[in-house]
């Protein structure tokens, strides 16, 4: 974790005083590409799951890596791993999906990395953590994705597609499922789109909706259609809803969005 957005959120936690910010030292950690190596991740990330005094896990950001550890994490669940919410995105969507299937209340939402991102500045950064921060601390529904349905989960569309066939694959029976994407070109967006639409588990969801799409890298030559009518075209294919777009995203525009029924 960025040791500067490690100071703002605690800035901002302070200043609101409705509750409190413990960072595991593990954020700081090196490891390559990685906060430490798998083992101290998942260590750090089991002792905050099985610590009875912990209300919320707050992934600090969404960098690859959670895949690495997301069936361990799941495996043996410890008691008071119950009760607790776990909120994140990007990759932190592979533990959000195995939580889920396991019973654990999870949701998507910004995370403290994003204090220092902005699009139009700083004071954006800073409204995304209090976003997070309303709605794990008082379930404010100002915090949502404004237009969720009964049922609802919220992935990166890579991460989607690479969960699909494995242990931590939850069940989209009537689900909302919401999708965005970042940093990729439009032909693997296309590529993706076959893969998860392909899958008979997807297509029992009630509808699929598309989020943000940012930082498209070029396409040589170029695509000839953009990201809503790639999403739109597989979905017809499959059979499935296709239902406009969503307000999440790898931006600090990105809403909440808590997974199943259990909030709403």
Not at 34 to 40: L, R, Y
Not at 127 to 143: G, N, S
Request: with cysteine; proline share 5%.
């Amino acid at each position: 974790m960025n040791p500067d957005a490690a100071e703002r959120v605690q800035a901002i936690v302070e200043e609101r005083g409705d509750c409190e910010l413990v960072i595991h030292p593990q954020c700081f950690l090196s490891d390559g590409h990685f906060a430490g190596p798998d083992e101290a991740r998942l260590s750090a990330l089991r002792e905050v799951m099985a610590d009875p005094a912990i209300d919320a896990v707050w992934f600090a950001r969404g960098g690859y890596g959670s895949n690495r550890i997301a069936e361990a994490a799941v495996a043996d669940l410890p008691n008071d791993a119950q009760g607790k919410i776990y909120m994140g995105y990007s990759d932190a969507g592979f533990l959000l999906a195995g939580f889920h299937k396991a019973g654990l209340e999870v949701a998507w939402g910004p995370m403290p990395q994003d204090a220092i991102r902005g699009d139009h500045g700083l004071g954006d950064g800073v409204a995304a953590v209090h976003r997070a921060l309303d709605w794990l601390i008082r379930r404010e529904p100002t915090a949502l994705e404004p237009a969720l349905g009964a049922a609802a989960m919220a992935f990166n569309l890579t991460v989607l597609s690479s969960l699909l066939g494995t242990p931590l694959e939850p069940d989209f029976g009537g689900v909302d499922l919401l999708v965005e994407e970042v940093s990729e070109q439009l032909y693997r967006i296309d590529r993706t789109m076959f893969h998860v639409t392909a899958s008979a588990n997807v297509r029992r969801a009630s509808r699929i909706r598309l989020g943000r799409v940012s930082d498209i890298l070029a396409n040589d030559p170029e695509f000839g259609r953009d990201e809503a009518a790639i999403v739109e075209e597989w979905c017809a294919r499959a059979g499935i809803t296709y239902d406009g777009r969503a307000d999440i995203g790898h931006d600090v525009r990105n809403r909440v969005v808590p997974f199943g029924r259990r909030f709403r």
